[in-house]
């Protein structure tokens, strides 16, 4: 930092004048609440009908009850329609008592609303109801939108014209808008006015915090932003208030904001301008006055010597925005925080803006969240001083998330209970949205610092926007909206980890970096020693050829049910009615004996009832009863065609099954996953690549003789827990090779995964009983696992690791020989590693700050290119095509993503390519659910599309792992990550069961994730063309504030 902290301790760092300050600027806080939760009143919604006045004419003493029975239909649960009316005719009124009215229409005159005199709300006056109700939620999110300017408008204003400028300004028009609002005369003009209040009463709290951290030392600035934020609780609180006494909603309008006008006045002439923020702008002698002001009021004395040495260059070089994207460790910090900011506010306005949806009276439930925001704020402050800001805010979002999704398991009919549980929801959303307001003001320094805000603002006024859409889609399922609402601030908690703590330590003045500690990537001797081996010789080539088999079985096994659990046409077993018919044709049975559904086709899980009535009685009345397949079902199939669906009957109630023997499937590929990479770096390459051979082997033989589902299930795990063989082949060979050509080796290696795929569509074209087909894919596992067994070296490098000198020196004699080298004798000599007593486990990739960062990144990003690769993998029978072309499609469009990639990464490096090819993956997902039905072939080739992407982003995963781990946990680390994508896979058959509440769901899903995915993919370092790290040393590199202490994220010593 400058001298500016030295100078504020002689000011006083917490004195009156800053006491003072706190005060006044705790009071704007109010109106935002008026304003951004003032729609929940002004636009309250009332009981409302048809206006059906035009039967007065025809019976003027007619009650309104009565009234209403003739001329307003009514719904299923025998309330009156809100939107439907009986069309009015030209009869008189007792031929319309006699018969009644049939045809509806809607509200042609208009509606009646059940309210008390003099009470009104936009949605009563404009008619915002029926067709037109969701205007409401459109000036919400117009509001939203105003924020989401305002944010980036006032941090660079701020940053430009200074602190006091700013917050004058925003309250001037958010009282200017606020009282204009209340003479709109239609809904339009509303929702104009909305956007414009929203843009600068939005950042009013945004301002004001800026401008007191600014004013105080590090051990208050954290209770001063909680008491300003908490400030807008007590906002929410005189809100449900004054909105009961004042029904209105011009004349509330009013009276919530008109006091501004006194209050503005008062701030321009009290308000002092940031001290800080002038001397940044060079601007000495202003900041001299501030501090002096301060000074008086604090009855302290300034040395003049002080005064002198409060040396500030001139900014000439101004920095904006743009520079917040141009630094990288700010870029970092902006790309988390901003998820956590977005996450925080979409659960927030998500539960403030839907307080009448709980079941209590609308005024109590909005004092009660209004309330419950004071403790939420001040109870974070001792927290976030004791444990930091950084587990405090991944802890609320955590608790907050939870809470949201909880309230999904409450029975309806206890809306007490659901309001306590939302409560403790906003409880912690509060009080993370209040630590992120003091942890971002922490993480960018002066010069950046309001841009830094606005930005991450920009964010949460996005999730604004979008949190009152999310509510309109409980038209699919009640429980879509608050389970979007939970899932998203638990993901935004556990990037929150990868953050920097700030607690205590001074605020940054300016971008200057600092040297900062960094994981140390130079490689050992081993390099060298490589280079005379050959590091891509005849040896590498014929074990590259060697490695590449197993990936064949690989997918053998992941996409094989595709093919052993195919579906097929099928209906009830009614072969009952053959005892009174045996001379039946097939088609006359089924018209006899299976309903049909609204489409004109049998049911398939649906049979009429069995009679005990002659064939003609039959043929002559028909069946009406129905029940569900009691004597089984009948396949069309060709002869000697199986699967397991037609085998162990897994249709109807028990269609489930299939998807869920694939999810126990890839919960084995996790437990590999874990296994194996911690066997791999204890017991070595070879023996775990063996081990997963043979496995695989006795399990893919055994399935083929499973007796029922259950057994086939519990196999399919078990197999599952060895098959990762892409993961064990591509750690070795890239051990052995340089680095210009690891990534070449592991995407030859992931493309043979493919050439497994499509080989796989041709072998279930001809073998179509499953039972065969499983043996013809397996049994060749035994002539590869006893080649194998004599071929396959141990990996050099992971032996040095291990101290084993003599074996590792072995092992590259035999790969010079191969290679046709002579290595010098002292080369050998050279090649000196510490005997690994300490040896490395799991456990230490979350010990190592860098390691948990990059495993917690790059976990993300194997989950994701694993939920789209699967999602479409085990899907293809859904896109209209032939099931075996589309295999064979999808397997051969592998192989060029996986080649293509390699010149990509080698031009543009792991890292932009990964994050495009998942973006890419994502929003060809998306871009199915645009195409019309009835058009199977653009289906077919948009997918086709998205999984060339993801399984070039698969691929490159693979690479860029290997790169990022070092020798001695290498594969424990790839473990790891493969576990995240084995949860994917886990969850991916799970997913496509969501199309039962829209059909739309499960690709929805499937492109989001990677498109998220992408983005956090940019904060991980390059690793083209460094060498591999075999230990986990680290080195001194340039990055970071300067005098952030506590805000580096690395450590200098060897771990």
Not at 183 to 212: E, H, K
Request: proline share 4%; glycine share 8%; charged share 15%.
């Amino acid at each position: 930092m400058s001298s500016f902290g030295q100078v504020l301790k002689e000011v006083g760092e917490f004195g009156l004048f800053q006491k003072w300050m706190l005060a006044a600027l705790c009071i704007p806080s109010i109106f935002p609440a008026f304003d951004v939760i003032g729609q929940v009143f002004i636009g309250m919604s009332f009981p409302h009908h048809c206006n059906t006045d035009w039967i007065l004419e025809k019976g003027p003493n007619l009650t309104e009850e009565k009234q209403k029975h003739l001329t307003i239909p009514v719904d299923e649960g025998g309330r009156f329609e809100s939107c439907k009316m009986f069309t009015p005719v030209d009869l008189d009124l007792e031929t319309i008592e006699r018969y009644g009215l049939n045809s509806t229409t809607t509200c042609i005159h208009g509606w009646k609303y059940e309210v008390q005199p003099g009470v009104s709300s936009i949605l009563t006056e404009f008619d915002l109801v029926c067709d037109t109700r969701g205007l409401i939620q459109v000036s919400q999110s117009l509001h939203m939108a105003g924020l989401l300017c305002g944010s980036l408008a006032y941090g660079s204003t701020s940053d430009r014209f200074g602190r006091k400028f700013a917050i004058l300004l925003s309250l001037f028009l958010t009282m200017l808008f606020g009282v204009t609002i209340a003479f709109s005369p239609n809904i339009y003009v509303y929702m104009v006015l909305r956007f414009f209040n929203g843009a600068s009463s939005g950042v009013i709290i945004m301002n004001t915090s800026v401008l007191m951290v600014e004013w105080i030392g590090p051990s208050k600035s954290a209770l001063c932003t909680m008491v300003i934020t908490g400030v807008f609780a007590v906002g929410q609180m005189l809100l449900s208030g004054i909105a009961y006494l004042a029904k209105n909603w011009r004349i509330l309008q009013l009276v919530l904001f008109t006091p501004l006008i006194v209050y503005l006045g008062t701030m321009y002439w009290f308000l002092p301008e940031s001290a800080r923020w002038l001397m940044t702008q060079g601007r000495k002698k202003e900041a001299q006055k501030q501090l002096e002001r301060a000074a008086r009021v604090n009855k302290r004395s300034l040395p003049e010597d002080l005064l002198d040495k409060v040396n500030v260059e001139s900014n000439q070089d101004r920095k904006n925005m743009l520079d917040i994207f141009r630094i990288p460790y700010l870029r970092k910090r902006t790309a988390i925080m901003a998820f956590n900011w977005f996450a925080v506010s979409f659960l927030y306005y998500g539960l403030s803006l839907n307080v009448g949806s709980f079941g209590l009276d609308i005024y109590l439930t909005q004092l009660i969240f209004g309330f419950v925001e004071i403790p939420a704020n001040m109870s974070a402050w001792p927290l976030i001083q004791h444990f930091g800001r950084r587990i405090c805010e991944a802890g609320f979002l955590f608790f907050s998330g939870a809470s949201c999704l909880l309230t999904l398991a409450v029975p309806k009919g206890l809306p007490v209970v659901v309001t306590v549980i939302a409560m403790l929801g906003k409880f912690a959303g509060m009080a993370a949205f209040s630590t992120a307001y003091v942890y971002t003001a922490e993480l960018y320094p002066t010069n950046v610092r309001h841009s830094g805000m606005g930005l991450n603002s920009v964010s949460a006024r996005v999730a604004g926007i979008l949190a009152p859409l999310i509510r309109l889609l409980d038209v699919y399922h009640p429980t879509v909206p608050m389970a979007i609402y939970g899932i998203i601030p638990i993901a935004a908690g556990g990037f929150c980890l990868l953050l920097p703590e700030t607690l205590n330590v001074e605020l940054q003045d300016h971008t200057e970096l600092k040297n900062k500690t960094e994981p140390h990537v130079s490689m050992s001797s081993f390099g060298q020693v490589l280079e005379e081996v050959g590091e891509f010789g005849l040896f590498q080539k014929c074990l590259l050829a060697a490695l590449c088999i197993p990936s064949i079985f690989g997918a053998f096994d992941v996409i094989g049910q595709v093919f052993v659990g195919m579906s097929f046409p099928h209906h009830c077993n009614t072969d009952w009615i053959l005892e009174k018919g045996p001379n039946l044709t097939e088609e006359k049975q089924k018209h006899l004996t299976i309903p049909v559904d609204k489409d004109g086709r049998f049911e398939s899980c649906k049979m009429f009832t069995p009679v005990d009535l002659d064939l003609e009685t039959i043929e002559r009345y028909g069946l009406n009863s129905t029940t569900t397949c009691i004597n089984g079902w009948k396949y069309e199939v060709q002869p000697g065609v199986s699967s397991i669906l037609t085998e162990f009957d897994l249709v109807c109630d028990k269609r489930g099954l299939i998807a869920v023997s694939q999810s126990l499937q890839m919960a084995g590929l996790l437990c590999g996953a874990l296994a194996y990479g911690s066997i791999s770096d204890r017991f070595g390459r070879k023996f775990v690549i063996l081990l997963s051979l043979f496995l695989t082997m006795l399990f893919g033989v055994t399935i083929a003789f499973s007796p029922n589902i259950y057994v086939y299930m519990v196999l399919r795990f078990f197999i599952g827990t060895s098959s990762a063989f892409i993961l064990n082949t591509s750690v070795m060979v890239v051990e052995w090779v340089g680095p210009s050509k690891s990534a070449f080796c592991t995407m030859t290696n992931t493309s043979f995964f493919a050439v497994g795929q499509m080989l796989m569509s041709g072998i279930a074209f001809l073998v179509k009983n499953w039972r065969i087909l499983q043996l013809v894919l397996f049994t060749p596992l035994i002539v590869l696992l006893v080649t194998m067994y004599w071929f396959l070296p141990e990996s050099a490098r992971w032996l040095m690791t291990q101290g084993r000198k003599k074996e590792a020196q072995k092992q590259l004699e035999r790969a010079a020989r191969v290679n046709k080298r002579s290595l010098p004798e002292d080369l050998l000599d050279k090649v000196n590693v510490e005997s690994n007593q300490d040896r490395k486990n799991m456990l230490d990739i979350f010990r190592i700050p860098y390691l948990r960062k990059r495993t917690a990144i790059m976990a993300f990003n194997w989950f994701a290119a694993s939920t789209l690769f699967y999602g479409l993998s085990l899907n293809i029978g859904s896109f209209g095509l032939d099931i075996y072309l589309t295999q064979l499609i999808f397997g051969f469009v592998e192989i060029p993503a996986n080649m293509s990639a390699w010149p990509l990464i080698q031009h543009f490096g792991r890292r932009m390519c990964e994050a495009g090819f998942l973006f890419f993956s994502g929003v060809s997902c998306l871009l199915t659910l645009a195409v019309p039905k009835g058009l199977p072939v653009v289906v077919t080739v948009i997918a086709m599309l998205g999984k060339f992407s993801a399984t070039a982003a698969f691929s490159i995963a693979y690479v860029y792992t290997a790169e990022l781990y070092p020798t001695n946990i290498r594969h424990s680390g790839m473990g790891l990550n493969s576990m995240s994508a084995r949860m994917a896979g886990i969850l991916a058959p799970l997913i496509r069961l969501l199309d039962v509440y829209h059909p739309t769901v499960p690709m929805a899903i499937f492109g989001i994730i990677p498109i998220a995915a992408g983005g956090f993919c940019l904060l991980l370092p390059e690793t083209l063309n460094v060498e591999l790290q075999d230990h986990t040393e680290l080195k001194n590199t340039t990055d970071g504030p300067v005098g952030d202490r506590s805000c580096s994220e690395g450590v200098e010593t060897k771990l």
